[in-house]
């Protein structure tokens, strides 16, 4: 009798640790997901600042040289390990240049767009920013 009472203790031993990995597993993949999304979210913000500092970058530029749109219509700009692409559009009309800045950054594999009006006085160079829109990437 006594050799019958442990043969039941190899199968529960292999069952209750299946259960064990199993709960490991279960626990490092949720783990993972939810850290990668937290990075993504990251990585979108990063872009957000990226793009929103060629903005303010393109500002700066042409609060210094009102022409500075119309001779340079692109151009790239690093922030940190991240960037961003500026291109400028503009109109000439009634001594008021108005451009149109659209800045793309770049972080990682995370991409957005903002795109600002600004109205320049051609004569004076004062600066009025009409609007400040972020824009869905495509």
Do not use: C, H, W
Not at 33 to 45: D, I, P, T
Request: hydrophobic share 40%; net charge negative.
């Amino acid at each position: 009798m006594s050799l019958k009472k442990g043969q039941i203790a190899l199968p529960f031993v292999l069952l209750v640790s299946g259960i064990i990995i199993e709960i490991v597993v279960a626990g490092s993949l949720t783990s993972y997901f939810a850290s990668g999304s937290g990075f993504g979210e990251r990585l979108q913000v990063r872009a957000s600042e990226a793009a929103y500092s060629g903005i303010n970058d393109a500002l700066m530029q042409i609060s210094k040289n009102k022409d500075f749109g119309s001779s340079n219509p692109s151009y790239g700009l690093s922030v940190g390990s991240d960037s961003a692409t500026v291109t400028f559009s503009s109109v000439l009309a009634n001594g008021y240049y108005t451009y149109t800045i659209t800045s793309l950054g770049i972080a990682g594999t995370r991409q957005d767009k903002v795109v600002a009006k600004v109205v320049v006085d051609y004569v004076t160079g004062s600066l009025e920013l009409e609007s400040l829109n972020e824009i869905a990437v495509q």
